[in-house]
């Protein structure tokens, strides 16, 4: 048996959680490869024009997974806390691609709302694949270990990157923008090139983004857009600008994103919304306008 598992959306938050859990049951798995031309035709070609562009590079995930896998892992996740939401997407990814490709799905669900949580969907799907409730839940334990680890180093890595008298950017947005080879991938990597250190908003301890995201907004109800609001909060005084990632027509990120703007008056914030017709010249005029603004405001040579 192999599961296909789409290089897009969850898959940057979750990548960890889901191969080691299917690893420790001895499931094979495969990942479809970064964002491409080729992935990003596909998917614009099999989504309807209103879809969000990170939608539409999934779909063409999804399609590259078509024929190479016995089935294709879709999560739906409605709610990950009591009295919050997902944005929709993630609660509708089953019935978009049934209704897309002829592909066989596997999925889980979770909605803490309804009392489904996470361990609950994981021995739910490894159940539809045959296996015991005791072997899904050891390697849920293992895999959620495994997710830990990840996190941590990831966090001391960054933390260390803080102290750096470089300047540093924090480039907020979700995982799968900021690491899509398409949407943030070349944000991050010029960036590197002007020498300036880029600080990731997915980057940031739980125990902070269960809370700080109140400092900027006390009424946003979008899990995720609460945890890069909250990592906001947490570095704006460790960085010398914020870049806001979005993709092209994202509802919760255009309210949360002008939230943010509205707010933050003492640090300078450029929003980016990347679509299909993404302009690569344009982009980087504005990232080397950006960062001789930020480093006249440092003090720093703009030549240097």
Known sequence: MT???PKALLYY????????????LNINTVTSPSTNKEILDVGIK?????????LKIYLGHIKYLCGKCDYVLIPRIVSLNKNEKLCTNFSALYDIVKNT???KILNYNIDVDKN????????????ELGISRYKAVKAYIYAKEKEKEDETAKIIK???????????????????NIYDEFVGKPIIDYLKKMDVVPITSNICKKIYTDFDYKMISKDLYWTYNKEILSSINHYLKEVDGIILI???????DSLSNEIVVRKIKNKPIITIIIDELNNSSGLITRLESFVDILKERKGMNLYE
């Open 246 to 252: 979005s993709t092209f027509p994202c509802g919760p």
């Open 101 to 103: 490709y002829k592909v």
């Open 158 to 176: 960054q933390e260390s990157l803080i102290k750096t008298n470089k300047l540093k950017i924090l480039i907020a947005g979700h995982d799968y």
């Open 13 to 24: 938050k979750y990548h960890i959680l889901w191969e080691n859990f299917f690893s420790y």
């Open 116 to 127: 489904y949580d996470e361990l609950y969907a994981f021995v739910s799907m490894a159940r």
């Open 46 to 54: 099999n989504s309807i024009d209103e879809a969000c562009l990170s």
């Open 3 to 5: 599961i296909g598992i």
